[in-house]
């Protein structure tokens, strides 16, 4: 695959390392602005230097950027990082985030109002100042081949109990995703998302791990985080410029495309609807429905 020049945000390290653009398997250079910790929050240690180092090892380039990209003038100081560094940017990987799972009967407004921050405005401020950048070069004459891919996760297009407020921002990611891939695609930049389950920081205490430790070494890890990788290092690849506003389900080795919301079964009345008689409608029609998808995104 082509070169390319791309700023990760959040979990970039725990995904694997095959999410840089040069990585193993992945063909081609590319240089990589990391964002460095699970929440979005920035420190160039940790996982996102070490990730640097291992790049940097296998003869590509990278650099950590240490600013929180829910804060909107960080998330442009992210981005201004890639383009002063390598000279522009051509992928955006939006991937912070953090859990505060709680039932929503005792959800504190600091549980809802952090994770939406991180999750939605972690997603919406890179994407700004970087469609900021490719809309300039549009202007200037110059042309794009750019891509966003965005995480959003089977609990927010599926739902999951206890995550109202890690569902509501995801579910909202996967809406952001639609919509800006209708507005910048005037501008060269397609923009899709992933909804993953893996094993990571993030997602360690939620029992996966207990299902990893059962597998046996010589065995596929299903719940192994670089099985992410490839999807998304395509999705950022000049192959990938006729394929925008979609979401893809990523596991193991199974991949499939999230189809969005439909309308379903429907009625007709000519007249505005008297409540005293949806008694007989809406029931009629739930039933002809079909049912909401599980966490696995089947239809229960």
Do not use: C
Not at 94 to 121: C, F, Q
Not at 239 to 253: M, Y
């Amino acid at each position: 695959m082509a070169e390319a020049d791309a700023a990760i945000d959040g979990e970039g390290a725990a995904v694997g390392l095959d999410f840089q653009p040069g990585g193993e398997g992945a063909g081609g250079d590319g240089d990589v602005v990391l964002g460095a910790e699970v929440d979005g929050t920035g420190s160039s240690a940790g996982p996102a230097g070490e990730v640097v180092d291992e790049i940097r090892a296998m003869g590509s380039e990278a650099v950590a950027n240490g600013d929180d990209v829910s804060d909107y003038e960080g998330a442009g100081r992210l981005i201004q990082t890639a383009i002063d560094t390598y000279g522009t940017i051509d992928v955006l990987v939006n991937n912070a985030g953090i859990l505060r799972d709680r039932m929503l009967v005792n959800m504190t407004i600091d549980e809802w109002d952090a994770v939406i921050k991180v999750h939605l405005r972690g997603t919406f401020a890179p994407t700004r100042h970087a469609v900021e950048y490719w809309r300039n070069r549009t202007k200037a004459g110059e042309t794009n081949d750019a891509r966003i891919i965005n995480t959003t996760s089977p609990s927010g297009i599926y739902g999951n109990v206890g995550q109202t407020n890690y569902g509501a921002a995801k579910a909202g990611i996967a809406a952001f995703t639609v919509i800006a891939a209708m507005e910048l695609e005037r501008y060269g930049v397609t923009v899709n998302a992933i909804a993953p389950a893996a094993l990571t920081r993030m997602t360690e205490n939620l029992g996966m791990g207990a299902a990893q430790a059962e597998k046996k070494p010589e065995e596929f890890d299903p719940f192994d985080p670089a099985n992410i990788a490839p999807i998304v290092v395509w999705l950022g690849s000049p192959e990938s410029k006729d394929i925008t506003g979609r979401v893809f389900n990523v596991q193991g080795d199974h991949i499939s495309v999230a189809e969005g919301w439909v309308a379903g079964p429907g009625a007709d009345k000519g007249d505005r609807w008297d409540p005293a008689e949806l008694g007989k409608v809406v029931p009629d029609l739930v039933a002809k429905a079909a049912p909401n998808a599980n966490m696995g995104g089947r239809r229960k």
